[in-house]
């Protein structure tokens, strides 16, 4: 693996993003080139990744290298230097488009079997399984995460700042979650002292005993345990909406069913059979009959309705309009479309619904298009409360102001699945009431809940490992950056004292001297950084898996509008390094004003300040003078962009994704070209810098002038890259400037 | 002083109290005089007060001795022992009503002259402004304040748990405050490092000098100084009004116009003219001409213009209710009278009416009598914090639950007129554009602040030995109860950091191992000791005076529905203790009911509880071992009372305070029997015991046959004594049974 010393790894994967790449990869080669630094395309995408998953199914020419296995290899690494973009966590209704489209295109790849009928189609779907959700980030988050905002990117808030939504004092609007009966509530937690077996067991009421997994502990491995019950939550969901109902504000559900694979889609589930009960009750044995899964959302009753005879599917579309009597307004997707929160589990995300929510006033879209005070529904409370806290912190002191507000950066604890929060593997809808339990090699019993039909029961671990880089990567951040350091361990979470002791312990590794770190509940640790931050005083979060999803959309969309401007960095356990560009989604909204009108408002800012990190952490770590110039310009460049705001407009005609590459690609070779280290390199630049200047109208017209008509990309999933190719690079002007170079 | 070894002062003061008394202290004279002790009466009422102020203007018959500066002598007296009932702080209505009273009594006190015309009048408005306001507890509280519930009072809450409003999730009520200009953003502190003399001076714009008040400060005095913005504050309404009418929610005021008896009048005044601005703008002058006072409330305006021609006087009403129209919902005080907020400054006082309107769930009675959510508009933002830090919380997790909730104990800071928050002579409305400072004996200008008109500035001080002793008697409740304390300490508060460095410094006098100590701002430390609060968890409070008087109502209304039952200590810096009796008020809706019904619902446990304290340190300071016995009989009767639910019921032809007094007398009687430490006492009260418990059926009959007819009582702020006794005391059967002890 020597070659890895001079190669970047650069993702495709889907959507706004990977349109972006091809118009911005030809530009960062231009200059990577001059420090012999090869940027390598691996394909993550999702359908690359379906592509892999079937060679068996496809001819020899339309067979794909498994990109994600290959990246999983190379995290290992010392030298594994990756570019990670946003790529779809596929919900079902995602990964079965994408396999549709991909046999029209001509792959064999088999149909998701939702319900397998034998052991073949259990075996397709068990190869989906590993595609669907969270799939491509737990195997490439070989370390933990170090997030913040660069200067540059906050100077530009401050200086630009977005829309905030007034808050009214009297808004009504509150999030709401169980008081008892949840994961947080039944949490129990170890630490294992030395390595050994567990088994997962359901023990039914007969004293049967079925071994439901069996895991291998790691030295000092925290395995948690935690029960949702089923009755609670569906109690819980009934009083929310009554609750909303009475008092008039909109419901809405916020839960995570992409990333938390098997729990949240249940929870989503039991959500639209509550809300649509009289529904469920009347046609439950029809929908049972149809394939209709709640789980998927009212959605998937309009799918299977849809085969119906006239006469019957009238009806049930009447009852389900029944059901909108008696229970409070829906918080819309969109309402034009009539798509409610219900509709679809991957439409309403928590971690990017929730910071939008509050962003704007505290309010969401009601079924008439207007802002309204909504009831936020998170059934798990352990984290809905961050939400409650802000909500209320709003209430009383006014939107957060971008342009005086300080920053809430984040160190988050991820290497080695740590607190993997789908636990897709370790969770469980149980079927018959008895006892969930883990138990050792001995048959000590470590941990066990009751458990009723239908509960939720999983088990989450977190390793020694992971805590230990985790706390040494909180005290470098928080020394580099001179800024307290919080560490949210909540004293009433089990696993939270778990993880407490490792970190009082850990600390003692290092020099603490002169640093101010305190160890908070999240609701103390949020409360302090609001407080800090609209005094304009800066608070490094540092957190677990979840808190470090959720905050980092969280605080980034407050301070700078989006999360996609983030810096983002896995300093990986063996040395190498993952820069990852936003966590905002892959935009498929962007995607269909391009298909549209020929315009992609994608900001590529993520890659241009992951890019800048990539190189500056290759330039030390090789000994690659050039790599450094190369990150130190790149910066500059950036910054020139921000303030000159050369960023994407979001309306047709305006300079787009491509426009704002080349006004990249322009300041770059102007500060390569300018900078004195390297006289060789700044002449090889000169020309560039020079050409690029001269044409700088003449190439946003012909950036321009390709956009306002439909584009056509052959494929949505799996798009044609030639056509993709020609679609964003629309400029001979620039294509022939930098093939000069 | 060798006399007062043996003597309990018993101060009578005004309505409810005052007739309590009458009934009670035959009772507890029955118990004392057989330990030897003497219970005194001292005359603190409002009409004693007023009548021992003019002595010349009385015949010799008329005249009463001056009971308040004789208690205040009495402090110094390190074995004084003082019960204090609650008095009336009076307004300025009050105390007119009240002369008015005692000149048809025959009793020749002048007038009160508002604009005094002479110096005659002068003389006469100096005296009478000693009355006014928060006159007794300055003189009375030489020592720091020692309140909590007792255990028993603590026991019976949770067993017969008061009522409490439901919290709405989606309550809009809030509390709302100046975020800039007023006393909190404008506060200066400093601590004088020796005895020295100050000047306050106005400094106008020609470079005139004023002397306003010279002051001597002690060694360590802390002495602050703050300016709230007219400007600042009129807009402050305005926007507070237009926000409620455009949420739709109630506008309520909540200040402490009777304590606070300069700053908060002149507040109440400004919003009673921002409100009715229409109305001001367009009737100012003849307003003017009449006397009107927009400082006692809109209540003024209807007062003086009844002498206005009919025609004129409708005009005027009519304009009145045309502001209505424009402006949001007022917060009514008499929905059937049509009383509102801003009738009368004295009716709404934030101590009392934030925490019904929190108990109430947030709501306030509107024009339409129905509970609504409110806009609660408290200006000055130091404390109106922690009333939206306890909304939140109630809005998050819902009303308080009396029967698993902690208690909140409250130690505090007092002594030496502490933190005066009337500060009476140091307040000053500015009459012209300049500058207030506080200068030295060098002429070194101290602190400063720029002053336009109408701008209030004050002054406020806090003497060493009184927050030496603070500490002291913090750490000492600390250790006694087992609980943690916290001092309230606001970082961003000036005062509070000359207070923070000699907490730090006195705390160094005491042994404060394994005592559990934390200073916290107040919106920490009120929300510490509310997640603890509910989780059954006790937390004592150790705060300032202002913080004192309003959290020794909060906290007790929460938890016991009343801060009546507390217990209410002063360890006087001298060795001596008062006892106050409760923090309710003297109560004049219950004088009402006596009046029409003869019905007094009084609770009297205020008096027991305190009347305990008052035996048991006797008892332990002069080594009179009955009235320890006295002591522990009592505590067990008053828990026996509460026990048993012979408290008095609010129901006329329901048992009274007179019927409850009868029960505590004869639970006593028999608990001074039945004890054996003391075999000579319990003989003693053998008899009256059984003739008590033989005759209860009578004596409970007697107590009901006078009620449901109307009582006379020849008086309401100088009820005639006679015929109060006769009202109070209706069973014959008790009189003599008392009598033959």
Redesign the interface.
């Known amino acids: 693996m020597t070659t890895n010393k001079n190669t970047i790894y650069y993702t495709l994967t889907d959507e706004a993003p990977s349109l972006a790449t091809c118009s911005l990869l030809p530009i960062v080669r231009t200059f990577t080139k001059a420090a012999d630094i090869d940027v390598k395309i691996t394909d993550i995408s999702l359908a690359g990744r379906v592509l892999s998953a079937f060679p068996e199914n496809l001819t020899e020419a339309q067979r794909v290298e498994d990109g994600l296995a290959f990246l999983g290899q190379l995290t290992q690494d010392p030298d594994a230097n990756i570019i990670k973009l946003p790529n779809i966590s596929a919900s079902i209704p995602q990964l079965k488009a994408c396999i549709k489209e991909l046999q029209a295109q001509g792959y064999q790849v088999p149909d998701y079997p939702e319900a397998p009928a034998n052991a073949d189609e259990e075996a397709i779907k068990a190869r989906y399984s590993k595609i669907l959700g969270s799939a491509v980030n737990p195997v490439l988050r070989e370390g933990n995460s170090d997030r913040r905002a660069p200067p540059a990117v906050k100077a530009y808030a401050r200086k630009f700042p977005h829309s905030m939504g007034k808050w009214?004092?009297?808004?009504?609007?509150?999030a709401?979650y169980m008081r008892d009966g949840d994961f947080f509530s039944s949490e129990q937690s170890i630490t294992v002292a030395e390595p050994t077996q567990v088994r997962i067991e359901f023990l039914d009421q007969n004293g049967q005993v079925e071994v439901k997994k069996e895991l291998g502990l790691e030295k000092g491995e925290i395995l948690d345990s935690m029960r949702m019950s089923c009755n609670a939550l569906r109690a819980f969901f009934e009083e929310t909406l009554q609750?909303?109902k009475e008092?008039?504000?909109m419901w809405s559900l916020h839960v995570k069913a992409t990333m938390m694979k098997v729990s949240h889609p249940i929870v989503f589930g039991h959500a639209v059979t509550v809300f649509y009960k009289d529904l469920f009750e009347k046609h439950g044995e029809l929908f049972k009959e149809l394939g209709v899964n709640p789980n998927n959302g009212i959605g998937s009753v309009y799918d299977k309705i849809a085969s119906l005879p006239r006469s019957k599917r009238e009806e049930i579309e009447e009852d389900i309009h029944a059901c909108y009597e008696n229970r409070p307004e829906l918080a819309m997707v969109d309402s034009v479309k009539k798509i409610t929160n219900l509709h679809v589990p991957s439409d309403v995300i928590v971690d990017a619904s929730m910071p939008a929510m509050i962003r704007n006033g505290g309010q969401m879209w009601g079924p008439d298009g207007k802002p309204k005070?909504t009831?936020a529904v998170m059934p798990e409370s352990t984290y809905a409360r961050i939400y409650?806290e802000m909500i209320?912190f709003c209430?009383?002191n006014g939107a957060f102001d971008p342009t005086t507000m300080g920053t809430v950066p984040n160190v988050g604890l991820m290497a080695k699945k740590a607190e993997e929060y789908g636990s897709h593997d370790k969770t469980f809808e149980i079927q018959a009431p008895g006892i969930m339990r883990v138990v050792d090699a001995q048959g000590t019993v470590l941990m066990q809940h009751d458990v009723e039909v239908g509960d939720i029961w999983r088990a989450c671990q977190t390793k020694d490992e992971a805590v230990r880089d985790w706390v040494k990567l909180a005290v470098n951040r928080a020394r580099l950056s001179a800024t307290p350091a919080i560490f949210w361990l909540d004293a009433e979470r089990a696993h939270d004292m778990q993880l407490k002791n490792k970190v009082e312990h850990y600390l003692q590794e290092h020099d603490t001297q002169g640093l101010d770190l305190h160890i908070m509940s999240y609701n103390e640790a949020i409360?302090f950084s609001m407080?800090r931050m609209i005094r304009g005083l800066d608070t490094i979060s540092v957190t677990g898996n979840v808190l470090r999803d959720y905050l980092t959309d969280l605080f980034p969309i407050m301070e700078l509008g989006t999360s996609a401007k983030m810096l983002s960095i896995v300093p990986m356990l063996n040395g190498g390094g993952m820069y990852e560009t936003g966590a905002g989604g892959s935009a498929p909204k962007h995607v269909q004003q391009v298909e549209e009108e020929n315009h992609l408002r994608w900001d590529s800012l993520g890659e241009f300040l992951a890019l800048a990190v990539s190189l500056e952490d290759m330039g030390r770590k090789q000994n690659n003078q050039r790599a450094s110039i190369l990150a130190k310009t790149l910066d500059a460049a950036t910054g020139r962009l921000l303030e000159n705001n050369k960023s994407p407009s979001r309306k047709t005609g305006e300079l787009d994704n491509r426009g704002s590459h080349f006004y990249l690609g322009m300041y770059w070779a102007q500060e390569v070209a300018q900078q004195q280290e390297d006289p060789t390199l700044a002449a090889q630049f000169a020309d560039l810098a020079k050409t690029l200047a001269e044409n700088e109208a003449q190439i946003v017209a012909e950036l321009a002038a390709c956009q306002g008509k439909p584009a056509e990309l052959d494929g949505y999933y799996h798009a044609n890259r030639d056509t993709v190719k020609k679609v964003m690079r629309p400029s001979a002007t620039l294509n022939t400037a930098l093939a000069s170079v």
Do not use: L, P, Y
Not at 168 to 174: D, G, P
């Open positions: 009214s004092k009297a808004s009504r609007s509150h709401d609750d909303a008092s008039g504000v005070d009831k409650q209320n209430k009383t409360r407080e």
